[in-house]
T-cell receptor, first 115, second 114 residues
Framework: DQQVKQNSPSLSVQEGRISILNCDYT??????FLWYKKYPAEGPTFLIS?????DKNEDGRFTVFLNKSAKHLSLHIVPSQPGDSAVYFC??????????????FGEGTQLTVNP | NAGVMQNPRHLVRRRGQEARLRCSPM?????VYWYRQLPEEGLKFMVY????????ESGMPKERFSAEFPKEGPSILRIQQVVRGDSAAYFC????????????FGNGTRLTVT
């Protein structure tokens, strides 16, 4: 049962343009959402998060949008840079006492930014 | 470097041997999580520990796998009698508090079973 889904395995954009990565979830208990970036042979690096009480959070070139009714979130990167080329994982957690900050991850989207 | 430290980075074991993976959380973090990434897949939760306690092990295979986080020293993920299907990247993450807070990941241990 894949509770967090990233339906696009890959995305290719031109440098300077906007990158939009999408993520859908099925578990209505999820109330905290995160995006991670991962380079080969490294661990995931936290990028940005959003709580379910918000619908938008912005940090520099990165903006995350949350649509709770559609159970959908997206990550916008603008302007995209070649160094942004990596695998991006969407993750979610539910505020349950015994789960701590346990995250459920999507399958990832490989972003390639072409110079 | 005050990040999450994992060792070894690469581990090769023959079928039937034991694998021990170590994780030192970030300074000040007392919550540790282990994840596994199989080839071409996302990260799958295995176990969540606090000092001397296993809080949630719902993602751990029922046999051969165990984890601990002792009062002193790193967290250990132990795999007994490894099989080829255990070949994967194993990531450890830590957080300062229970929830909600981002997890900070180490660079993983790549286990290869021959």
């Amino acid at each position: 049962d894949q509770q967090v889904k990233q339906n696009s395995p890959s995305l290719s954009v031109q440098e300077g343009r906007i990158s939009i990565l999408n993520c859908d979830y099925t578990n209505s208990m999820f109330d905290y959402f995160l995006w991670y970036k991962k380079y080969p042979a490294e661990g995931p690096t936290f990028l940005i998060s959003i709580s379910s009480i918000k619908d938008k959070n912005e940090d520099g070139r990165f903006t995350v949008f949350l649509n709770k009714s559609a159970k959908h979130l997206s990550l916008h990167i603008v302007p995209s840079q070649p160094g942004d080329s990596a695998v991006y994982f969407c993750a979610a957690s539910a505020l349950i006492e015994t789960s701590g900050s346990r995250l459920t991850f999507g399958e990832g989207t490989q972003l390639t930014v072409n110079p | 470097n005050a990040g999450v430290m994992q060792n070894p980075r690469h581990l090769v074991r023959r079928r039937g041997q034991e694998a021990r993976l170590r994780c030192s959380p970030m300074k000040g973090h007392s919550h540790v999580y282990w994840y596994r990434q199989l080839p071409e897949e996302g990260l799958k939760f295995m176990v969540y520990l606090q000092k001397e306690n296993i809080i949630d092990e719902s993602g751990m295979p029922k046999e051969r796998f165990s984890a601990e986080f002792p009062k002193e020293g790193p967290s250990i993920l132990r795999i007994q009698q490894v099989v080829r299907g255990d070949s994967a990247a194993y990531f450890c993450a830590s957080s300062a508090q229970g929830a909600p807070s981002p997890l900070h990941f180490g660079n993983g241990t790549r286990l290869t079973v021959t």
